[in-house]
T-cell receptor, first 117, second 114 residues
Framework: AQKVTQAQTEISVVEKEDVTLDCVYE???????LFWYKQPPSGELVFLIR??????QNEISGRYSWNFQKSTSSFNFTITASQVVDSAVYFC??????????????FGRGTSLIVHP | DVKVTQSSRYLVKRTGEKVFLECVQD?????MFWYRQDPGLGLRLIYF???????EKGDIPEGYSVSREKKERFSLILESASTNQTSMYLC?????????????FGDGTRLSIL
């Protein structure tokens, strides 16, 4: 069975602090994808990044960076110099095979990030 | 840009009513999904569909049914609404047959059952 654990339910930081959101996953598949989504207060989940199981290179996009470590089954997300606009719920997800040859994600429970001015 | 549109942002219904939540996507995606989101529980999959007229149960299908008569439209039906179905409902779509495809979400429908 596949599982995604986001142990941090809520994180509160002050603007300009760095913050890391943890994601730990379990799967028996050798080929899989991991995703991060952001859900701002307006409600719509927005896709941020995906990583495949064979690519352990870290990725940086502006203030965002992602650290994928297969050895620890983790895919952590770091926001550098956080801003109030980063306040949102962040979800980590793992793809899994479903009926009809389709692929659907298993989501973690999400981490609520609150950035105070 | 992918657009997933849910018919209502807020909806209030009464216990026992039959409730329809509609979702339309404009990117010719094969896969469509219905989730409910509750505090502390994250996203839970109710049903998904990987083709027209095809549907599969997700993790919490009890009390719900779905309909997909056209590729772009996926409806969630609460046969007899109950107060424990008060929740935020999210629709999503994705390209089919590929492991790496992200989901695209609608704005959500906040449903209250009185």
């Amino acid at each position: 069975a596949q599982k995604v654990t986001q142990a941090q339910t809520e994180i509160s930081v002050v603007e300009k602090e760095d913050v890391t959101l943890d994601c730990v996953y379990e799967t028996r598949d050798t080929t899989y994808y991991l995703f991060w989504y952001k859900q701002p207060p307006s409600g719509e989940l927005v896709f941020l990044i995906r990583r495949n199981s064979f690519d352990e290179q870290n990725e940086i996009s502006g203030r965002y960076s992602w650290n994928f470590q297969k050895s620890t089954s983790s895919f952590n997300f770091t926001i550098t110099a956080s801003q109030v606009v980063d306040s949102a719920v962040y979800f980590c997800a793992l793809s899994r095979v479903a009926s009809g040859g389709s692929y659907i994600p298993t989501f973690g429970r999400g981490t609520s990030l609150i950035v105070h001015p | 840009d992918v657009k997933v549109t849910q018919s209502s942002r807020y909806l209030v219904k009464r216990t026992g009513e039959k409730v329809f939540l509609e979702c339309v996507q404009d990117m010719d995606h094969e896969n469509m999904f219905w989730y409910r989101q509750d505090p502390g529980l994250g996203l839970r999959l109710i049903y998904f569909s990987y083709d027209v007229k095809m549907k599969e149960k997700g993790d919490i299908p009890e009390g719900y049914s779905v309909s997909r008569e056209k590729k772009e439209r996926f409806s969630l039906i609460l046969e007899s609404a109950s107060t424990n179905q008060t929740s935020m409902y999210l629709c999503a779509s994705s390209l089919g047959g590929q492991l790496n495809q992200p989901q695209h979400f609608g704005d959500g429908t906040r449903l209250s059952i009185l």
